[in-house]
């Protein structure tokens, strides 16, 4: 039986072990998915003594069925979207950008909200290390990583502490993907929640402090 991590910090601690091979290389950046992501990814940046920063992600879903996911935006204005399903459901230039600017508006508040002034990490020519608190099904993280992929990194590891083993197996066949860490795998896995005692809801203002402690943390000399 797989042990249970006592909270989201506990579990980025344990990740960072498994990414110690990382650590102290100028190349690397660590990005979380909001909100859960991002105190398991700020242990991890501790540890590796690399910059962290968010990259949000919004799912653009299907009028009436916004449930299914028929693409992505993320930070730095990226847009990802299935051509098939575009065709396949009819809809056209003009629905698309009126989606698309509703999920937007979503996500550019919530960048003010987590990063403030700052800009995002520059990616490009980089190792990103994605990391969120757990996989399921792992939609939101591959609709992450097909956007960050137009951003040019040099290398895109996926880090979770704990996820479902056929997610993890998938996420290694992806192209876009050049590692995937996964710290545990129980079976059966059904829920990311089940494997941490503490699964409370990281709150926008955890977000927003966290962040701001990891930039006080890189500007100290040293």
Do not use: N
């Amino acid at each position: 039986m797989v042990a249970r991590f006592q909270d989201r910090t506990e579990a980025g601690r344990v990740l960072a072990d498994r990414l110690a091979h990382y650590a102290g290389r100028d190349d690397v950046v660590v990005l979380a998915l909001p909100r859960g992501g991002v105190p398991v990814a700020f242990e991890v940046a501790r540890r590796l003594g690399a910059p962290l920063d968010v990259f949000v992600v919004r799912k653009l879903g299907l009028p009436g069925h916004e449930e299914f996911a028929f693409g992505a935006i993320a930070t730095g204005g990226v847009r990802v979207v299935s051509d098939e399903i575009l065709r396949e459901f009819a809809i056209g230039d003009a629905e698309l950008e009126t989606i698309t600017g509703r999920a937007r508006d979503e996500l550019e508040r919530r960048e003010r909200r987590y990063r403030g002034p700052h800009p995002p990490q520059a990616v490009e020519g980089r190792t990103v290390i994605l990391v969120d608190d757990g996989l399921a099904t792992g939609s939101t993280m591959r609709a992450a990583v097909a956007a960050l992929r137009a951003e040019g990194p040099a290398r895109i590891v996926v880090a979770v502490p704990t996820a479902a083993r056929d997610t993890c197996d998938e996420l290694r066949e992806s192209v876009d993907v050049d590692e995937v860490v996964c710290a545990t795998t129980p079976e059966p896995f059904h829920a990311v929640g089940l494997w941490y005692h503490d699964f409370a809801q990281t709150s926008d203002e955890e977000v927003h402090d966290l962040l701001e402690r990891a930039r006080a943390r890189d500007r100290r000399p040293g």
